[in-house]
């Protein structure tokens, strides 16, 4: 993600940051249906994609929306549907049937407080869903986590490039106070990119003129053939967890805790770090931002042997699994976290890692 | 005066084509095809006006028309 | 001089199908080719089969085809329409497909009067998974899961989904035939062209209904299954132009 020279800047909410990350990828098909807390991004899509001529379907449900996301990724289109955690379970067989087909798309899920109806407060309790498949079969998805409305933006440009380049869908994993709140952001003057990707996708389905039918799908009923596919998968998915890891560190050189938290959470553990800091606790804060590919080895590169892991997060605690995968050493890892949409505040995790540090 | 022509090997032994022949021109075979099946078999030229209706009911396009 | 007037269609390919003998999806495939042909279309066309027995339609059509979860296929077809508008844009569903698992999304496909033509065949039951009742089953039919017969009580009334898209404003042109007769294929391929047509002119959404006949699980023989249709289902499911 690169680091823009503001040109200029615009005060947006990260519901809308994403839609204009899409736009700006030269996304042309967006589909949605209303779900709060990500109403104000399907309300933007219906006003940018008349703007710049593209499509826009209020479907009659999430599951038509990805199906409609899945016909025009067929007809070689860059194409995102958003929605929130009940929406997403909606969309999983959709998810599954995309990446069996390896066509390209992008899912948004701005998390709300679940299981079942839940609430419409910020929540990360979709991670294992996000990370783990959430549909039928061995697929894998590229997960991005922003913690800003600026990385709102350029993740779900970054996204549709990744989906392209590996032709599988890929998710942006926002929450519900990602999505509402507005902070400025910078936006560099290049107009709305084309879909410049449109033209190199000869698999896609145009109309057979001057070349042989393409035919895609995911059924393969013929002896070996499945097997065959997902031996091609499972390379891709090993490229991608290759080539997509990325994450942030922030003063864990010297740290004797570390805290792992991704988007809002890790917001909030950044600004307890720096108040521990002040109490003589040394501690830093490592921040995945694909959460698939999760980042193993650099949070393990962490471990300096006595070091502490908390990992926080607005759920049960799922990612910590993947900490412990990491770390390899349970005794030293703790976690944190705030259930059915409640927030995590700084002095809850300043107080849990003073008490950690005795 | 029509001809048809019914690619044996492609034939499931329906037996529709036979139904809707207006003069009853095919029979099924007594031998079998590579399917294993009781074909149809175009008995008479003679009398075949070449109307279709036997490829028209053919669901599995064995039968071509000649007039 | 002897010239040919029937042979197989071009985007109809050279191999066997699938279905069983006397199953009126063979017909039916050859028609939409026969009317991919005519109109010069092939190279043009974007087709999405269902899940069910015509899930491997790719396997027979000469033309570009994907293939949908079960019951998305108007969904998805509204997706590549809406990317290609001047493609010809269809969807091939059985009953399952489209009046049980799909009902929302056709209905919403018409009712937004999307420019695609859907090509329904309805023989009343599932094929591909062994013979289960369907939702246009009709009352007293025995299936795999209605062993004494339909009985609307348990298993409610068969399902008159033409006449209720009929009614959207969206939909533009709906027709129910059959393929028991060769006049009856003649009339549901007459009917095929003219909701290709009507696609082409870019009038909105059509839609073609055709009883066909499932030997197999109706437990007849082809002929005596062609003649039910006649006998039962089309009591159930009139034919005719329901919308124009």
Same mark, same amino acid.
Request: overall charge positive.
């Given at each position: 993600?690169?680091?823009?020279?503001?040109?200029? *800047?615009?005060?947006?909410?990260?519901?809308?940051?994403? @839609?204009?990350?899409?736009?700006?990828?030269?996304?042309?098909?967006?589909?949605?249906?209303?779900?709060?807390?990500?109403?104000?991004?399907?309300?933007?899509?219906?006003?940018?994609?008349?703007?710049?001529?593209?499509?826009?379907?209020?479907?009659?449900?999430?599951?038509?929306?990805? /199906?409609?996301?899945?016909?025009?990724?067929?007809?070689?289109?860059?194409?995102?549907?958003?929605? &929130?955690?009940? @929406?997403?379970?909606?969309?999983?067989?959709?998810?599954?049937?995309?990446?069996?087909?390896?066509?390209?798309?992008?899912?948004?899920?701005?998390?709300?407080? $679940?299981?079942?109806?839940?609430?419409?407060?910020?929540?990360?309790?979709?991670?294992?869903?996000?990370?783990? !498949?959430?549909?039928?079969?061995?697929?894998?998805?590229?997960?991005?986590?922003?913690?800003?409305?600026?990385?709102?933006?350029?993740?779900?440009?970054?996204?549709?490039?990744?989906?392209? *380049?590996?032709? /599988?869908?890929?998710?942006?994993?926002?929450?519900?106070?990602?999505?509402?709140?507005?902070?400025?952001?910078?936006?560099?003057?290049?107009?709305?990119?084309?879909?410049?990707?449109?033209?190199?996708?000869?698999?896609? +389905?145009?109309?057979?003129?001057?070349?042989?039918? /393409?035919?895609?799908?995911?059924?393969?009923?013929?002896?070996?053939?499945?097997?065959?596919?997902?031996?091609? +998968?499972?390379?891709?998915? @090993?490229?991608?967890?290759?080539?997509?890891?990325?994450?942030?560190?922030?003063?864990?050189?010297?740290?004797?805790?570390?805290?792992?938290?991704?988007?809002?959470?890790?917001?909030?553990?950044?600004?307890?770090?720096?108040?521990?800091?002040?109490?003589?606790?040394?501690?830093?804060?490592?921040?995945?931002? &694909?959460?698939?590919?999760?980042?193993?080895?650099? +949070?393990?590169?962490?471990?300096?042997?006595?070091?502490?892991?908390?990992?926080?997060?607005?759920?049960?605690?799922?990612?910590?699994?993947?900490?412990? +995968?990491?770390?390899?050493?349970?005794?030293?890892?703790?976690?944190?976290?705030?259930?059915?949409?409640?927030?995590?505040?700084?002095?809850?995790?300043?107080?849990?890692?003073?008490?950690?540090?005795? | 005066?029509?001809?048809?022509?019914?690619?044996?090997?492609?034939?499931? $032994?329906?037996?529709?084509?036979?139904?809707?022949?207006?003069?009853?021109?095919?029979?099924?075979?007594?031998?079998? /095809?590579?399917?294993?099946?009781?074909?149809?078999?175009?008995?008479?030229?003679?009398?075949?006006?070449?109307?279709?209706?036997?490829?028209?009911?053919?669901?599995?396009?064995?039968?071509?028309?000649?007039? | 001089?002897?010239?040919?007037?029937?042979?197989?269609?071009?985007?109809?390919?050279?191999?066997?199908?699938?279905?069983?003998?006397?199953?009126?999806?063979?017909?039916?495939?050859?028609?939409?080719?026969?009317?991919?042909?005519?109109?010069?279309?092939?190279?043009?066309?974007?087709?999405?089969?269902?899940? !069910?027995?015509?899930?491997?339609?790719?396997?027979?059509?000469?033309?570009?085809?994907?293939?949908?979860?079960?019951?998305?296929?108007?969904?998805?077809?509204?997706?590549?329409?809406?990317?290609?508008?001047?493609?010809?844009?269809?969807?091939?569903?059985?009953?399952?497909?489209?009046?049980?698992?799909?009902?929302?999304?056709?209905?919403?496909?018409?009712?937004?009067?999307?420019?695609?033509?859907?090509?329904?065949?309805?023989?009343?039951?599932? !094929?591909?998974?062994? @013979?289960?009742?369907?939702?246009?089953?009709?009352?007293?039919?025995?299936?795999?899961?209605? *062993?004494?017969?339909?009985?609307? $009580?348990?298993?409610?009334?068969?399902?008159?989904?033409?006449?209720?898209?009929?009614?959207?404003?969206?939909?533009?042109?709906?027709?129910?035939?059959?393929? &028991?007769?060769?006049?009856?294929?003649?009339?549901?391929?007459?009917?095929?062209?003219?909701?290709?047509?009507?696609?082409?002119?870019?009038?909105?959404?059509?839609?073609?209904?055709?009883?066909?006949?499932?030997?197999?699980?109706?437990?007849?023989?082809?002929?005596?299954?062609?003649? *039910?249709?006649?006998?039962?289902?089309?009591?159930?499911?009139?034919?005719?132009?329901?919308?124009?």
């Amino acid at each position: 993600m690169n680091k823009h020279k503001p040109t200029n *800047r615009m005060l947006i909410t990260g519901n809308e940051a994403c @839609g204009e990350g899409a736009v700006k990828a030269g996304c042309r098909f967006y589909a949605g249906y209303p779900i709060t807390p990500q109403n104000e991004l399907t309300a933007y899509m219906s006003k940018r994609m008349d703007e710049v001529g593209g499509v826009f379907i209020q479907a009659e449900s999430e599951l038509a929306a990805i /199906n409609m996301v899945f016909g025009a990724s067929v007809a070689g289109a860059r194409a995102m549907t958003t929605s &929130s955690s009940p @929406g997403i379970s909606l969309k999983q067989e959709g998810i599954s049937y995309l990446s069996g087909c390896e066509l390209p798309a992008v899912i948004v899920n701005i998390m709300r407080g $679940g299981p079942g109806l839940g609430n419409i407060a910020p929540s990360q309790s979709d991670y294992f869903q996000a990370t783990k !498949g959430g549909g039928h079969g061995d697929y894998r998805i590229v997960v991005f986590a922003p913690a800003s409305c600026q990385e709102m933006m350029d993740f779900t440009s970054h996204a549709f490039d990744i989906a392209d *380049r590996y032709r /599988n869908p890929v998710m942006i994993l926002g929450d519900g106070m990602l999505g509402q709140m507005m902070e400025p952001i910078a936006v560099d003057g290049a107009g709305e990119t084309k879909d410049n990707a449109r033209h190199t996708k000869k698999w896609a +389905l145009t109309g057979c003129k001057g070349r042989k039918p /393409n035919i895609i799908r995911s059924l393969l009923l013929k002896e070996g053939e499945l097997e065959k596919l997902n031996i091609k +998968l499972q390379k891709k998915f @090993g490229e991608m967890k290759k080539n997509e890891v990325k994450y942030e560190t922030y003063k864990t050189e010297d740290a004797d805790v570390v805290i792992v938290a991704y988007g809002i959470s890790s917001r909030i553990s950044r600004a307890a770090a720096d108040r521990l800091r002040k109490e003589k606790i040394k501690t830093g804060l490592f921040r995945p931002i &694909s959460l698939w590919p999760f980042p193993y080895r650099a +949070l393990k590169s962490l471990d300096k042997g006595k070091t502490k892991f908390l990992t926080v997060e607005m759920s049960a605690g799922q990612m910590v699994e993947d900490v412990r +995968l990491a770390v390899q050493d349970d005794k030293r890892i703790q976690f944190y976290g705030r259930l059915g949409g409640a927030v995590p505040t700084e002095e809850e995790i300043t107080e849990k890692i003073v008490n950690m540090a005795k | 005066m029509g001809r048809i022509k019914i690619y044996s090997d492609k034939c499931k $032994g329906c037996a529709l084509c036979i139904t809707v022949c207006p003069n009853k021109l095919i029979t099924m075979s007594k031998k079998l /095809n590579k399917r294993g099946v009781h074909y149809a078999e175009f008995s008479d030229k003679k009398k075949c006006t070449g109307c279709a209706m036997c490829a028209i009911i053919c669901p599995d396009a064995c039968i071509e028309v000649y007039k | 001089m002897e010239k040919i007037v029937f042979k197989k269609p071009e985007s109809l390919r050279e191999i066997t199908t699938h279905y069983c003998a006397g199953c009126g999806h063979g017909i039916i495939h050859r028609l939409v080719c026969e009317v991919v042909d005519e109109l010069g279309v092939r190279e043009n066309v974007v087709a999405v089969a269902p899940v !069910g027995c015509a899930v491997i339609a790719y396997d027979y059509w000469d033309f570009d085809v994907t293939e949908a979860a079960h019951g998305r296929t108007p969904a998805v077809a509204t997706g590549i329409k809406r990317v290609l508008p001047d493609r010809l844009v269809f969807t091939y569903q059985g009953d399952g497909d489209l009046a049980a698992i799909g009902t929302s999304e056709i209905i919403h496909a018409a009712n937004r009067g999307e420019n695609i033509s859907v090509i329904f065949v309805n023989n009343g039951v599932y !094929g591909m998974t062994g @013979g289960q009742m369907a939702p246009t089953t009709v009352l007293g039919q025995r299936t795999a899961t209605t *062993r004494k017969g339909r009985d609307s $009580g348990r298993d409610g009334f068969p399902l008159k989904i033409s006449e209720m898209i009929a009614v959207l404003e969206g939909a533009r042109y709906i027709e129910r035939t059959s393929v &028991s007769s060769p006049k009856e294929i003649l009339k549901t391929k007459r009917a095929i062209k003219r909701a290709f047509e009507i696609q082409i002119h870019n009038e909105g959404f059509s839609m073609v209904e055709i009883l066909s006949m499932c030997p197999t699980y109706w437990g007849l023989a082809p002929l005596e299954a062609s003649k *039910r249709i006649e006998a039962q289902m089309v009591k159930a499911y009139p034919l005719g132009i329901l919308k124009q």
